[in-house]
């Protein structure tokens, strides 16, 4: 199971947020790259960098931190936040990410997202499934959907996506452990490779999460907060 370590920016900085709430945000004193440069130090190849700003707007916001990081460190960068258009998907490969998380895009323009699916191929784009009680929520997880989570992966499955982010909000954020539940429900009713996201708190979340079936794991405060070190995921991984 991949283990990968996750920056959120604001602003350029490395923040972490709540549940989703912009209101509930902790910054980090370590620049983005720099911490980039850390992760990768201890042999970790893959990097979730998500665009906060650029989720909750029209387009990415941090394209130059993307960019910086891409081209100082070896990191495989998924990058989402502010894939929003096809232009969007462009400047992010072009700024050197592995892969693109789509989600709000997902649900808003399906029949390009499909497209792009097409042209780019499943391998390069990830569907970003955020969700709360089961509901799909987008931009930011400011706007709720009544769109079933094992539905919508269904669906994009059908249209060739391999690769799935599901992001339980009420779990993020909060260190008290993962959505379990609802991740085996995933696995068993899709052949997609499931990364699971929000609520990793220590190592056995990861061992349990591994045990599921995950394909890999987004770890994000419990690294900030010192809950689990980057010895232990190397060794995990």
């Known amino acids: 199971m991949k283990i990968i370590p996750a920056i959120d920016l604001i602003g350029g900085k490395c923040v972490r ?5 912009y209101n509930q945000k902790t910054e980090y004193k370590t620049d983005p790259v720099e911490m980039a440069k850390i992760y990768e130090s201890y042999g970790i190849e893959h990097l979730h960098l998500v665009d906060l700003e650029g989720a909750k707007t029209k387009g990415i916001v941090n394209y130059k ?3 910086n990081i891409t081209s100082k460190t070896g990191l495989k960068v998924d990058f989402g936040g502010g894939i929003k258009s096809e232009q969007d998907l462009y400047n992010a490969f072009e700024a050197g990410a592995n892969q693109v998380t789509a989600g709000s895009m997902a649900v808003e323009q399906p029949a390009l997202l499909a497209e792009l699916i097409e042209q780019y191929g499943s391998d390069k784009i ?3 499934a955020d969700c709360k009680n089961r ?3 987008t931009n930011g997880w400011l ?3 009544q769109l079933d989570v094992l539905e919508f992966i269904q669906n994009y499955e059908s249209k060739g996506i391999k690769q799935v982010i599901c992001t339980d909000i009420s779990k993020d954020g909060r260190l008290e452990g993962t959505s379990n539940q609802l991740y085996a429900e995933i696995i068993e009713n899709t052949n997609v490779k499931l990364i699971a996201s929000g609520g990793v708190s220590c190592t056995d979340d990861l061992r349990k999460l591994k045990k599921l079936g995950c394909d890999g794991a987004i770890v ?4 900030y907060e010192g809950k689990i070190t980057l010895k232990e995921i190397k060794y995990l991984c």
């Open 135 to 137: 509901k799909i929520a």
């Open 65 to 67: 931190t993307l960019e």
């Open 220 to 223: 994000g405060k419990a690294i």
């Open 17 to 21: 947020l709540t549940n989703g709430d």
């Open 126 to 128: 990830i569907l970003g």
């Open 143 to 145: 706007e709720d959907t």
